[in-house]
């Protein structure tokens, strides 16, 4: 674990940061930087205690330094002793309300902010309107103490990626927020957008470490393909290219031996429904009567493992660390609900452990090749896709013969999983790598930005 300091603020006005002898020995410091931020000051060993950084009074304020009682980072590069980092969480859908500024995702990002001790960070969050442009500053949301705090803080070492929603994302404003931090005052910026399914999939089909785990996916262009999969497989998916929350998800079945076709669908009420048609053109333009098709994709229909009769599928959370190295940080089964296209709760899907479906030596064997599989799949999306990637949700598949399939990546991946009550500890798991990751990206634009800007 890497070492942390406390920054201890005096009430004097010197400019004079008292420090650890180890940490400026041998080094000539000569400013003392907080995220954007960086003063002149003199640096003296610390007669007495090697845990803690002593500022003044006048230091903090001068920074804009929040004081948590937090012990922090420290990073040093050409006479500069930076401490953090101050990580910006960036996001849409403020509200007036002080106790639920960000509205009902309040909830979620007061969990997010609370793993600041453990990481050793100091993470906020903030929208387009709460950046001073002209002062260089952002009136950030700070979780301390049990509640919401509002303090003016210099730009951040390196800003998360929380937008809502893919038409938060494609707002010209926040766009044109996200560019000038990102090349203006070049703060890297992780898990930017939204994954487009056919783009993931045609960009990892070129990868050969991952290819295998590729089911046969297209974008829709006539009946005849769609009747080559059925007639391959017995069955096929048509999905939105851009969908989310398993929205939009339709099951298409030839019955050979009755020469009918099923569909299986979620109706704009939320209810399944499953429907017999004579023909493929009489399913569509019955089920896809107000759907642009050109948005869809078909995708080769997979035989799941099931549970008590029921379709499983598995969700799988990667995250990297501090040190920039992936872990597999949660897996759970998502096992559909009666007549469900898809395992979403909403749908009546449920939520399992590995452990409460399969015996032990299956539970071993499934979770190695999941851990496998999502390890694999997260650095190849790395290497494959533009922006830092820092977390990923992956929903697999296994069949009836083992394999491994890959049906949807998430750059946000939703936290439903962690309704069960055995995955809370992978839920603070997730969250504290989540920002961790930030001292990791903090230490690379210090230290070797060429490598993170290249």
């Excluded at 070492?157 to 766009?175: A, C, F, H, M, T």
């Excluded at 929205?247 to 979620?266: A, M």
């Excluded at 040190?323 to 709760?345: C, E, N, Q, R, Y």
Aim: aromatic share 12%; with cysteine; hydrophobic share 40%.
């Amino acid at each position: 674990m890497r070492k942390r300091y406390l920054i201890e603020v005096s009430p004097n006005d010197q400019q004079v940061v008292f420090c650890p002898p180890a940490i400026i020995k041998d080094k000539t410091l000569k400013r003392l930087a907080f995220g954007s931020k960086s003063i002149e000051v003199n640096f003296l060993p610390h007669p007495v205690k090697n845990d803690r950084i002593v500022i003044s009074k006048g230091i903090q304020e001068d920074l804009q330094f929040p004081n948590f009682d937090i012990p922090l980072h420290l990073f040093i590069e050409n006479q500069i002793l930076n401490i953090g980092p101050l990580i910006g969480i960036f996001t849409a859908g403020f509200t007036p309300f002080p106790l639920r500024p960000i509205g009902e995702r309040s909830l979620f990002f007061s969990k997010l902010l609370s793993v600041k001790k453990t990481v050793g960070a100091l993470p906020f969050v903030f929208g387009e309107q709460h950046i001073d442009w002209e002062q260089g500053t952002i009136n950030g949301y700070f979780f301390h103490d049990e509640n919401w705090k509002t303090i003016e803080v210099p730009f951040p070492n390196v800003i998360y990626d929380r937008l809502p929603n893919r038409k938060s994302e494609g707002n010209p404003k926040l766009k044109r927020v996200k560019d000038r931090l990102q090349n203006d005052y070049l703060i890297p910026w992780y898990n930017p957008g939204f994954f487009n399914k056919l783009d993931i999939n045609e960009r990892l089909q070129q990868d050969s470490t991952v290819a295998g785990y590729l089911p046969e996916t297209f974008p829709f262009t006539s009946f005849s393909l769609i009747e080559t999969m059925l007639s391959n497989y017995g069955h096929v998916y048509v999905k939105p290219k851009n969908g989310s929350l398993g929205l939009g998800v339709h099951q298409i079945i030839y019955d050979k031996h009755q020469d009918e076709y099923y569909c299986r669908y979620q109706d704009e009420g939320f209810v399944n429904r499953l429907r017999k048609f004579p023909s493929l053109e009489g399913l569509f333009k019955s089920v896809f009567a107000h759907q642009n098709l050109e948005k869809m994709l078909i995708q080769q229909g997979i035989h799941l493992l099931r549970n008590a009769s029921r379709p499983v599928d598995f969700r799988i959370h990667t995250n990297k660390d501090d040190l920039g190295d992936w872990h597999v940080t949660a897996i759970a089964a998502k096992i559909a609900g009666p007549g469900s296209v898809t395992t979403h709760m909403r749908s009546g899907g449920d939520i399992r452990t590995l452990e409460e479906i399969f015996p032990n030596e299956l539970c071993i064997l499934y979770t190695e090749k999941l851990t496998t599989a999502a390890l694999l799949l997260s650095k190849a999306l790395e290497r494959n896709m533009e922006g830092i990637i820092g977390e990923i949700g992956f929903d697999l598949g296994v069949d009836r013969n083992g394999d491994v399939w890959l049906f949807e990546a998430n750059s946000k991946p939703g936290r439903s999983i962690f309704s069960h009550p055995e995955l809370k500890d992978f839920d603070l798991l997730t969250r504290k790598l989540s920002i961790a990751f930030a001292v990791f990206l903090t230490e690379q634009s210090l230290l070797h930005p060429e490598e993170l800007f290249k």
